[in-house]
């Protein structure tokens, strides 16, 4: 896209804006405005009204054409137009800097010292430092119940590290309204209805995404419903339901990823896996995640020499609409005096973990229970 901007401007940039807005291109991340432009408000309007620039993007107004020829008349126009900018509360802050591009990495290390060891940790694995190792750019990933609560903070999480997401619910409006913020942040998502129960809505949508985007790297299977009964009052259709949802359906991607040779498969238990949540009562909901860790060390040393990884990440109680039942809302005081850290999770606590078991990072990893 950058390298296109000097085309746009001989040619006339507000239609070109137009119509590569209308053809859906993708945002920009930065956008260079030349003082000469004609209606340089028009244009700035454009760009930050029709949201052709991502969120954190940076618009570079330039001061003057050339300064030996540059006349007053140009420096009126660009002040106003920095005044106006200024004064825009969209937009962060403006500042004039000297203009210089500079391309690649500046956190890598780059000049060694001789005696230095100049292995993989000196120089970044791959040449690559820790941080641009857990990007995710190019990757796809989907994430089922992504419509509201964790799945939506994954959602989230991925699309930020640059994967591009399928946002997968049963209830298709929470997905699309996910889907709009991400569009808003500059990130590719779509919405999907599946109910991920069924497996044919699983299968559906696993062919879909490959049909659309070639691939499926991250597959996080978050969906989950924890209906609260007691042992004794659990009836066979609430097990089946709660399993249903936790555990079928889950494996549909591997398919795709073991001919792909990479991928990486995220479920969702729930510390209710490893211990029994007190004093609410949810014999159905507690064995299926328990389910869901062995559903995830069971293949997971089984598929890791062909590429593919399987992870599950174990919540602690977290303050999501899962747990604003009348039921339960009155245990919160209850349950945060027995957190260390006092208070429930938010949804923002497990953003991280995602990234970090989607991300190449965490390669040797598989089969584990990151509990949080
Ligand atoms: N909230 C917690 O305290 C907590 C703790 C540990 C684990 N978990 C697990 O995390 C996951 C997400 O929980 P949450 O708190 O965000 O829940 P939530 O109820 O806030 O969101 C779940 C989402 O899944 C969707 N969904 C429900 N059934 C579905 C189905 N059959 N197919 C597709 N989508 C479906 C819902 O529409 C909803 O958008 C669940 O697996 C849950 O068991 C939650």
């Not at 203009?99 to 956190?107: E, R």
């Not at 779509?190 to 129960?197: I, N, R, Y």
């Not at 696993?206 to 659309?212: E, H, K, P, R, T």
């Not at 978050?222 to 009052?233: C, F, K, L, T, V």
Request: charged share 20%.
């Amino acid at each position: 896209c950058l390298s296109m901007l000097p085309v746009l401007y001989t040619l006339g940039s507000t239609i070109y804006l137009i119509f590569l807005r209308l053809m859906n291109c993708e945002q920009f991340d930065m956008v260079f405005i030349v003082v000469a432009e004609q209606s340089l408000i028009n244009y700035y309007s454009l760009i930050i009204c029709s949201n052709m620039l991502k969120m954190n993007g940076v618009i570079c107004l330039q001061n003057k054409t050339n300064p030996a020829k540059s006349s007053d008349k140009d420096e009126t126009v660009a002040m106003k137009m920095t005044d106006i900018i200024n004064a825009d509360p969209r937009v962060e802050q403006v500042s004039a800097v000297p203009l210089s591009f500079k391309i690649g990495s500046q956190t890598c290390p780059r000049d060694p010292q001789p005696g230095i060891t100049t292995d993989g940790v000196f120089w970044g694995y791959k040449r690559r430092c820790i941080l641009d190792r857990l990007r995710l750019d190019c990757k796809v990933a989907y994430v089922t119940g992504g419509g509201q609560g964790i799945g939506r903070a994954f959602v989230h999480a991925l699309g930020e590290a640059g994967a591009k997401v399928a946002i997968i619910d049963i209830a298709l409006e929470k997905a699309q309204a996910v889907a709009k913020e991400l569009e808003v942040n500059g990130i590719k998502s779509v919405a999907m209805a599946a109910d991920v129960s069924k497996a044919e809505d699983v299968k559906r949508i696993v062919d879909s995404i490959v049909a659309n985007w070639g691939r499926i790297d991250i597959a996080c299977n978050n969906a989950g419903i924890n209906m609260n009964s007691a042992s004794e009052d659990t009836t066979l259709e609430e097990w089946d339901k709660t399993f249903n949802v936790s555990l079928r359906g889950l494996f549909m991607c591997c398919r795709i990823m073991l001919s792909q040779g990479y991928g990486k498969i995220i479920n969702t238990a729930s510390m209710a896996s490893l211990i029994v949540p007190h004093p609410q009562k949810q014999l159905a909901y507690n064995t299926s995640k328990a389910g869901v860790v062995k559903l995830t060390q069971t293949p997971g040393p089984e598929w890791i020499d062909r590429g593919v990884r399987v992870s599950c990440i174990s919540p602690g109680i977290v303050d999501t609409p899962l747990i604003h039942t009348d039921a339960l809302k009155p245990l919160v005081q209850r349950w945060s005096n027995n957190i260390p850290a006092g208070r429930l999770a938010r949804v923002t606590d497990l953003q991280a973990a995602v990234v970090y078991l989607a991300s190449e990072v965490s390669d040797y990893m598989t089969g584990h229970n990151l509990v949080i």
